[in-house]
C-alpha cells in the first residue's frame, strides 16, 4: 500500500490521543489493512498524556519544598522521592510516577507475518499524537536540552537545600526554598498553557508518516517472503507519554529477545531529509552502534538515489527504540530532520497534512527494505 494514503487517513482525523474518542476508529482502520495476518490488541495502563506526569513531579517536589521549613524530614523524603523519578523520566528510564493515578487503556496493535524464525525483525511506529506544546515552538525547541538540563540541576538543587535545612536550619535556606516553588510552578504553567488553549497535534508528521513508512515496510517484506526471516510490526500506543506502549511491548517479552533479533523503528518522517538516528539522549548520550547502523550505511552508501541520507543525531526527548537499545536489542529509528537537525511542527497546531513533504517516508521505506534484505542475506 502507498503510505500516503495510510498518512492521509490517519490525519483525517482531528487527533489519535492516546485513549481518547478516536482511539479505537484509528486502529479499527489500521486492522483493517491487514485481513490475511494475525493481529494481537495488546492493552496496557497508561497516564493519558505527559502532562499528568509532569503534574505529579512538581507539585510532589513543590509539596515536598513546602513541607520542608515544618517537617524537615518527611519533606527531604518527598523531595527524595519525587527528584529521583524526575531525574528517571526525563533520562527516559522507566519511573515510578508514571505508575501513578489517573491511569486509562490504551493499545499496542501488534500484526504478525506468515512465518515463524529465529532471526526476527520488529517493524515499529507510534499511532498517538501529542499534545501541543509551548516548548515546541521554533523559538524555544532548540533549548529543549538545555533547559531540561537546567530543570534537573534544580532539582537536585531542591534535595540539597531540603538536606542542609534538615542539618542546619536557616532563613536564608527557607527563602531559598520558596523562590524554587515558584519557579517550578512557572514552569508547570509555562509546560502546560498551550494544551489546555489548543489541545492534541493532529499528528500528520509525528506519527502518521512513520506508520504509514512501518506499514508499507512491512507489506512490502511479506511479500517477498524471505527465507528465515521473520517480519512483525508493532504499532504502539502512549509513546507521547514516555514511550509507555512500547514499554509494554517489551516488558510482555523479557526473555524472548535473542542476537537474532532487531528493531527498526519509524518516527516523524514530514519534513526535512531522511537521518538515521545514531545518537539520541537527553542528559547523557544514548549511542547507537550495531549490526543494523552499520546495514544502513552500507546501503545509502552503495545506492546513489539515497546518497542524501545522513546520519542524524536527537537530542529532544526520544523514540521508543530506547528501551531495546538499552536492553541490549539491535536497534535503530529512522526519522526525517531539517537543516537546523530540527523535527519542524511537531507538537504543534501546524503539524497538518499540509505541512508533510512525502519524500522521507518513501526513503524510509527503501532504506528499511533494503537493509532488511541485505540482512536476510548475512
Known sequence: MNPEIIVDKLASFKDRA????????????????FPENEIVLEKFKTPKNYLFIVHWL???????????????????????????SAILYFNWYA???????????????????????????????????????????PSMVGNFRSSL????????????????????????????????VVYFLGQLVVASWDFYKFGYSNGASDNATGVGAAIATAQK???????????????????????????????????????????????TLGAGNLKIITETGSWGNIVYDNELIQIAKEVISKDEALGHVKLGAWHTADFDSVWF?????????????????RMPNIHRETDVLENVNSKPVHDAVEVAFAMVKKLANS
Open 18 to 33: 492516546c485513549a481518547g474518542p478516536n482511539e479505537k476508529p484509528v486502529l479499527d482502520y489500521l486492522s483493517s489493512l
Open 58 to 84: 512538581i507539585l510532589g517536589l513543590v509539596f515536598g519544598l513546602l513541607l520542608t521549613p515544618r517537617f524537615d524530614i518527611f519533606g527531604l523524603l518527598i523531595i527524595s522521592f519525587f527528584g529521583v
Open 95 to 137: 519511573s515510578p510516577v508514571t505508575k501513578f493515578p489517573p491511569l486509562v487503556e490504551s493499545h499496542n496493535l501488534i500484526i504478525k507475518g506468515n512465518k515463524q524464525s529465529k532471526k526476527k525483525v520488529i517493524l515499529m511506529a507510534h499511532w498517538d499524537t501529542a499534545p501541543i506544546s509551548i516548548l515546541y515552538t
Open 149 to 180: 538540563k537546567i530543570n534537573i540541576l534544580l532539582i537536585v538543587l531542591a534535595f540539597c537545600v531540603s538536606l542542609v535545612y534538615w542539618i542546619f536550619p536557616s532563613t536564608i535556606l527557607v527563602w531559598l526554598s520558596r523562590a524554587l
Open 221 to 267: 517484506l511479506w511479500k517477498e517472503n524471505l527465507p528465515n526471516l521473520e517480519i512483525e510490526l508493532v504499532l504502539t500506543g502512549a509513546e507521547e507519554v514516555g514511550m509507555i506502549g512500547a514499554k509494554a511491548y517489551y516488558d510482555n517479552r523479557i526473555g524472548t529477545w535473542n542476537a537474532d533479533t532487531m528493531l527498526i523503528n519509524f518516527d
Open 325 to 341: 537499545q538499552r536492553a541490549g536489542v539491535q536497534s535503530v529509528t529512522l526519522g526525517a530532520l531539517d537543516q537546523n537537525g
